[in-house]
């Protein structure tokens, strides 16, 4: 019992807190650039490469950041990450929706560009909620549960020992934005803050370009 008090204890100072994992995220905006690398280079803004690039470089300093204890640091620089790798979908996303009119790609590299911008979209999202929610990842770990936030997870209602103990990690917040990207609203998680709101308005549309305007056009095509 005293060891179970312990790790969701309140106490900042105690060794045995659970911090949340920062791999996933990690791994999702390697994953964007990836994403990136593999768009026509007219879609990506510099060599196909430069994304991917520029994200694992940050990266080092933001994982170092966090694993000695500069908080402020990794919040910036997460944030500096995630405005980078959002101005690059959104501007792919520009350019393949100027060259629909001038017929400049086959059916096949609308499909393709398609699907990795709706797939980013995902990831860049997710990313984005995980990073803003309650404060973001290290105000979360200073608390022995999740009990108020931009969103109110289905577990965040429950009564009884699930009700103390439980946090989001990575991986709600990417179920999240998948259902956001392919509803154009939440499923099981109402939207309790503004700027979540606008956030989720934001994705939708561009969910909502992807697959209608450019998708659609590539079908109508074959």
Do not use: C
């Amino acid at each position: 019992m005293s060891e179970k008090k312990q790790d969701f204890s309140n106490d900042a100072g105690s060794n045995v807190r659970v911090t949340e994992p920062r791999w996933p995220v990690i791994l999702a905006l390697l994953a964007v650039g990836g994403l990136n690398a593999a768009l026509p280079e007219p879609l990506s803004f510099g060599p196909y490469w430069l994304l991917l690039a520029v994200v694992s470089v940050l990266l080092v300093p933001t994982v170092i950041a966090h694993r000695t204890g500069r908080v402020q640091i990794n919040v910036v620089l997460g944030h500096v990450i995630l405005a980078i790798v959002t101005a690059s979908m959104i501007y792919s996303l520009a350019m393949l929706i100027a060259r629909l009119p001038a017929h400049a790609d086959s059916p096949k590299t609308l499909l393709l560009s398609a699907a990795g911008l709706w797939s980013a979209n995902i990831l860049v999202f997710a990313s984005w909620y995980w990073r803003l929610d309650a404060g973001g990842p290290h105000q979360r770990d200073l608390r022995a549960a999740h009990t108020e936030g931009a969103f109110l997870f289905p577990q965040m209602t429950l009564s009884g020992k699930h009700d103390r103990t439980w946090r989001p990690g990575f991986v709600d917040y990417l179920f999240l934005a998948f259902n956001t990207s392919t509803a154009f609203s939440p499923t099981d998680v109402p939207v309790l803050s503004r700027w979540a709101k606008v956030m989720m308005i934001v994705q939708s549309s561009i969910s909502l370009m992807t697959l209608a305007l450019i998708a659609a056009r590539a079908v109508n095509i074959l």
